[in-house]
C-alpha cells in the first residue's frame, strides 16, 4: 500500500506541477511505467484499465475536434455574443446568461470542451466590455464551475460520465433519463449560489452597444449553417447507438471526423493543424493515471472504500447516496476526479448497490471545484488562463469552491431520492 500511494502521489504531483517541457500524458505514463516496473500492477491490469478507458478516451478526443472546429467557424462567439446581448445591458442578467450558455456547452461538448474553447472567448469579451478585475474574476470563476457542475446530464458530458456508464453497463437513454433531474436542481442551485457568493462584484449595467454584431465573427456561414443539422444528427445517433449497443465513441469520435472532412471541403479549417493540436495527451493521461490508479486497487483501497459504503449503508438509502456523492467529492478535491472515478467504481462494484454510480458521477463532478488540482477541466481551465495573464491563486480559488460547492452538491444529490 506505502509504495501504490507513493507512486500515485509522486504521479499526481507532477501532473499538478506540469514543469515545463514535461505533459500530462507523459507524467502518468512514467507512474505507470513505474507501477509495472515495481510490481504494482501487472500487464494483465494494463489490459484491463485500457478495456475500461478506451471508450472514454477517444469520445472524449471526438468532443474536443469538434470543439476545435466549431470554435474556428465562430460558433462559440457567436452564442457568446447572443447571450451577451440578451442581457440588454444588465450585469446580472448577463451574468445568468453566460452560466446558462456555459451549461449548454458542458452538456454537448463536455466540461473540458468548456474549460478549453470558451473560457478565452469569455475571457476576451469581458475584457472589450472593460469590466474591472473583481467582475471578470466573478464571471470566470462561475464559468469556470457551471463547466463541471452542469457536465452530468449525458453521458458524452464527461469523462467520468462515459467512463462509469461503460463498466456498469448504462446505456445512453437510461443514464440520460436518470439524470435529468440532478442536472437541472445543480445549474438551478450553481446559478442561485454563485450569484449569492459574487453579486456585490457583478456590475449592473454593463455597454454591449460596443459588442460587434453575432453574424459579424462567423467565419464560415455555409459551414455555420450545417453545423446546427450535423449536431442534430449526431445526437440523433447516440440514441441509435444506444439501441444498439455502439460504443460512443463510434459517433464522437467518428462524426467529429466526418464534420473535420466536410469543414474542409467547406475551406473553414485546416484538417492536420487540427488534429495536431487536439489534446492527444489526454489519451495517455487517461491510461496513464487509470494504470497508477489500479495500483491502489490492487493494494487494497477499493476493499477498503467498499467497507466505508457498507457502513453508511447501514444509516438508510438517503445517507446512503448523499453519503456516497460526498465521500466522492472529498476523494476527487484532494486526488483529482479521474482516479476516484475508477476507484469509487470499483469499490460500489464490491457492494453491488449500483445505483449508487450516480452518486458517484455527481460528487466527482462537483466535488472537483473545492480545489484547484480536483479535475482535468479545472487545471486546463487555469492553464488557458494563465496563457491569457490571469493567475488566479489556490487561497482565492479554494475561498469560492470551499463554500459553493458543498450546497450545490446537496442540492444535486437530492435530486437522485
Given at each position: 500500500m506505502i509504495l501504490a500511494v507513493t507512486i500515485f502521489l509522486i504521479t499526481l504531483a507532477f501532473v499538478i506541477w506540469q514543469p515545463k517541457g514535461l505533459q500530462i500524458g507523459t507524467t502518468a505514463v512514467a507512474g505507470a511505467v513505474a507501477a509495472l516496473l515495481f510490481g504494482v500492477v501487472s500487464f494483465g491490469d494494463v489490459i484491463e484499465v485500457t478495456s475500461?478507458?478506451?471508450?472514454?478516451?477517444?469520445?472524449?478526443?471526438?468532443?474536443?475536434?469538434?470543439?476545435?472546429?466549431?470554435?474556428?467557424?465562430?460558433?462559440?462567439?457567436?452564442?457568446?455574443?447572443?447571450?451577451?446581448?440578451?442581457?440588454?445591458?444588465?450585469?446580472?442578467?448577463?451574468?445568468?446568461?453566460?452560466?446558462?450558455?456555459?451549461?449548454?456547452?458542458?452538456?454537448?461538448?463536455?466540461?473540458?470542451?468548456?474549460?478549453?474553447?470558451?473560457?478565452?472567448?469569455?475571457?476576451?469579451?469581458?475584457?472589450?466590455?472593460?469590466?474591472?478585475?473583481?467582475?471578470?474574476?466573478?464571471?470566470?470563476?462561475?464559468?469556470?464551475?457551471?463547466?463541471?457542475?452542469?457536465?452530468?446530464?449525458?453521458?458524452?458530458?464527461?469523462?467520468?460520465?462515459?467512463?462509469?456508464?461503460?463498466?456498469?453497463?448504462?446505456?445512453f437513454v437510461e443514464y440520460m433519463i436518470k439524470m435529468f433531474f440532478p442536472n437541472t436542481l445543480s445549474i438551478i442551485a450553481s446559478i442561485a449560489v454563485l450569484w449569492l457568493f459574487f453579486k456585490k462584484s457583478i456590475p449592473s449595467r454593463v455597454s454591449i452597444d460596443t459588442l460587434p454584431e453575432a453574424s459579424s465573427v462567423i467565419k464560415n456561414e455555409k459551414m455555420f449553417k450545417i453545423s446546427w443539422w450535423f449536431l442534430a444528427f449526431l445526437l440523433a445517433g447516440y440514441f441509435i447507438g444506444d439501441m444498439f449497443d455502439?460504443?460512443?465513441?463510434?459517433?464522437?469520435?467518428?462524426?467529429?471526423?466526418?464534420?473535420l472532412y466536410i469543414a474542409a471541403r467547406y475551406r473553414a479549417t485546416k484538417p492536420i493543424m487540427t488534429i495536431k493540436t487536439a489534446p492527444w495527451q489526454v489519451v495517455w493521461f487517461s491510461i496513464g493515471l487509470y494504470v497508477v490508479v489500479f495500483g491502489l486497487k490492487n493494494a487494497g483501497l477499493t476493499d477498503?472504500?467498499?467497507?466505508?459504503?457498507?457502513?453508511?449503508?447501514?444509516?438508510?438509502?438517503?445517507?446512503?447516496?448523499?453519503?456516497?456523492?460526498?465521500?466522492?467529492?472529498?476523494?476527487?478535491?484532494?486526488?483529482?476526479?479521474?482516479?476516484?472515478?475508477?476507484?469509487?467504481?470499483?469499490?460500489?462494484?464490491?457492494?453491488?448497490?449500483?445505483?449508487?454510480?450516480?452518486?458517484?458521477?455527481l460528487g466527482c463532478n462537483l466535488g472537483p471545484k473545492m480545489t484547484p488540482i480536483g479535475?482535468?477541466?479545472?487545471?486546463?481551465?487555469?492553464?488557458?488562463?494563465?496563457?491569457?495573464?490571469?493567475?488566479?491563486?489556490?487561497?482565492?480559488?479554494?475561498?469560492?469552491?470551499?463554500?459553493?460547492t458543498p450546497p450545490v452538491l446537496l442540492v444535486s444529490l437530492l435530486g437522485l431520492l
Open positions: 475500461i478507458v478506451w471508450d472514454a478516451t477517444l469520445a472524449f478526443i471526438g468532443i474536443i475536434l469538434l470543439s476545435m472546429v466549431l470554435d474556428e467557424i465562430g460558433f462559440f462567439e457567436w452564442a457568446a455574443i447572443k447571450m451577451a446581448r440578451l442581457s440588454r445591458g444588465s450585469g446580472h442578467l448577463m451574468f445568468v446568461n453566460i452560466l446558462l450558455l456555459g451549461a449548454l456547452v458542458a452538456a454537448f461538448f463536455a466540461n473540458d470542451g468548456a474549460a478549453l474553447i470558451l473560457t478565452p472567448i469569455l475571457l476576451a469579451k469581458m475584457r472589450y466590455l472593460k469590466m474591472d478585475p473583481k467582475a471578470i474574476f466573478a464571471f470566470l470563476m462561475a464559468g469556470g464551475f457551471i463547466g463541471d457542475s452542469a457536465s452530468n446530464p449525458l453521458v458524452i458530458s464527461n469523462l467520468t460520465n462515459i467512463v462509469t456508464a461503460n463498466y456498469f453497463d448504462i446505456g455502439l460504443p460512443v465513441s463510434l459517433f464522437a469520435l467518428g462524426g467529429a471526423l466526418i464534420f477498503e472504500i467498499a467497507l466505508w459504503l457498507n457502513y453508511l449503508k447501514s444509516y438508510g438509502r438517503d445517507t446512503y447516496i448523499i453519503g456516497t456523492g460526498f465521500l466522492s467529492a472529498i476523494l476527487s478535491s484532494v486526488m483529482n476526479n479521474m482516479p476516484t472515478i475508477m476507484v469509487m467504481d470499483l469499490a460500489i462494484d464490491k457492494t453491488g448497490d449500483t445505483f449508487l454510480a450516480y452518486a458517484n458521477i479535475s482535468l477541466a479545472t487545471l486546463l481551465w487555469l492553464h488557458v488562463l494563465a496563457k491569457k495573464g490571469v493567475n488566479i491563486g489556490w487561497g482565492e480559488y479554494m475561498k469560492v469552491g470551499l463554500v459553493v
